[in-house]
């Protein structure tokens, strides 16, 4: 089955600073990779996706790349902002049995 | 158009008491997922329905736990004789039907406390 690996577990930016966090899977055939922001005590939130069939999607200052031959996609904030502190998540979704595998988390903290 | 919901958004149950977990998918949502998120911790699959079917399980514990999504009506994740360890969030999670469409959208979660 699917297993998706995250980095770093932690990382700490200064505000209006970049940051960037990768996750690789491991089935070749998924083929849909979301990214989910989730704020202390509430649900995760879908912030931005991308199909096997692009390379790079973009909406403002997020990003997101996929590199299908080395499996392994990434999260590109720029301009980080104090309420971009939160947990991001990363998933896979198999294409056959059309289940997602998430990645274990990573807690963005942006300091003013 | 109306998000995932689920309720209770909380819950308290003693320790032998049965707990019932209801989510709601998105309208024109036939797939639904149920993780559970302990504190500080990722989010770990259960079980993955469509309706009237359960397509993967394998995240759910052998016993004591049970998931429906019947024709009509809210998914049921029901966990049976509660131990002080399943207190955790239980969050829902719905996509449409495999048409192309992937999107998961996760609903507001229940915290199931067990005292």
Not at chain 2, 35 to 40: F, S, V
Request: proline share 7%.
């Amino acid at each position: 089955g699917e297993n998706v690996e995250q980095h770093p577990s932690t990382l700490s930016v200064q505000e209006g600073d970049s940051a960037v966090i990768k996750c690789t899977y491991s089935d070749s055939a998924s083929n849909y990779f979301p990214w989910y922001k989730q704020e202390l005590g509430k649900r995760p939130q879908l912030i931005i996706d991308i199909r096997s069939n692009v390379g790079e999607k973009k909406d403002q200052r997020i990003a997101v790349t996929l590199n299908k031959t080395a499996k392994h996609f990434s999260l590109h904030i720029t301009e980080t902002q104090p309420e971009d502190s939160a947990v991001y998540f990363c998933a896979a979704r198999d294409n056959y049995g059309q289940n997602f595998v998430f990645g274990p988390g990573t807690r963005l903290s942006v300091l003013p | 158009n109306a998000g995932v919901m689920q309720n209770p958004r909380h819950l308290v149950r003693r320790r032998g008491q049965e707990a019932r977990l209801r989510c709601s998918p998105m309208k024109g949502h036939s797939h639904v997922y149920w993780y559970r998120q302990l504190p500080e911790e990722g989010l770990k699959f259960m079980v993955y329905l469509q309706k009237e079917n359960i397509i993967d399980e394998s995240g759910m514990p052998k016993e004591r736990f049970s998931a429906e999504f019947p024709k009509e009506g809210p998914s049921i994740l029901r966990i049976q004789q509660v131990v002080r360890g399943d207190s955790a969030a239980y969050f829902c999670a719905s996509s449409p039907p495999n048409r192309g469409d992937y999107e998961q959208y996760f609903g507001p979660g229940t915290r199931l406390t067990v005292t």
